[in-house]
T-cell receptor
């Protein structure tokens, strides 16, 4: 079957750094994406990795290791507004189907 | 601003009474998706359109149908809603312009469906 595993929740303090891991097992792989979703809101795209390595976008970075079927999202200088759910998602073929992980709920404390 | 719009934001229906949710987009994207998301769960893909080509997920119940009359609009029809169909329904779009590179999806705000 196809599955993505990520921790159900993470808690960190304001100003800290947090890493959210994602391991995947899919029939194909065409890239790992990350989405943020605030309570009651829609998911918004954060980053995408198709090749091994680190992609940086401001306070957010995402890493991929295809040989390990593993990636992570790194959030730096945490702010209260970063409290949200974070989903990793795999595009499993050259088509458009995307499979989402169950999500990691991040709580940022003062 | 270019965006994905869903109407209504909240929909209440009765058990077994058909309901239609709508999605429109001004992004001119050729791919449109419908997801079902239940509380504290991941969005679950129901189907997607690539232009007019309809792609149904194998585990999407027959109770769920979709129409895409043109590039801008897509509808989700639930023929006989059951209590288990209460969820947030998310519409999303993407463009094949970056096919082979990435597939950023733009989500609408969702329609929260309640079944009484």
């Amino acid at each position: 079957g196809q599955s993505l595993e990520q921790p159900s929740e993470v808690t960190a303090v304001e100003g800290a750094i947090v890493q959210i891991n994602c391991t995947y097992q899919t029939s194909g792989f065409y890239g790992l994406s990350w989405y943020q979703q605030h309570d009651g809101g829609a998911p918004t795209f954060l980053s995408y990795n198709a090749l091994d390595g680190l992609e940086e976008t401001g306070r957010f970075s995402s890493f991929l290791s295809r040989s390990d079927s593993y990636g992570y999202l790194l959030l730096q200088e945490l702010q209260m507004k970063d409290s949200a759910s974070y989903f990793c998602a795999v595009r499993d073929t050259g088509g458009f189907k995307t499979i989402f992980g169950a999500g990691t709920r991040l709580f940022v404390k003062a | 601003d270019a965006m994905v719009i869903q109407n209504p934001r909240y929909q209440v229906t009765q058990f077994g009474k058909p309901v239609t949710l709508s999605c429109s987009q001004t992004l001119n994207h050729n791919v449109m998706y419908w997801y079902q998301q239940k509380s504290s769960q991941a969005p679950k893909l129901l189907f997607h359109y690539y232009d007019k080509d309809f792609n149904n997920e194998a585990d999407t119940p027959d109770n769920f149908q979709s129409r895409r009359p043109n590039t801008s609009f897509c509808f989700l029809d639930i023929r006989s809603p059951g209590l288990g169909d209460a969820a947030m329904y998310l519409c999303a779009t993407s463009s094949d312009q970056y096919r082979g590179r990435y597939n950023e999806q733009f989500f609408g705000p969702g329609t929260r469906l309640t079944v009484l």
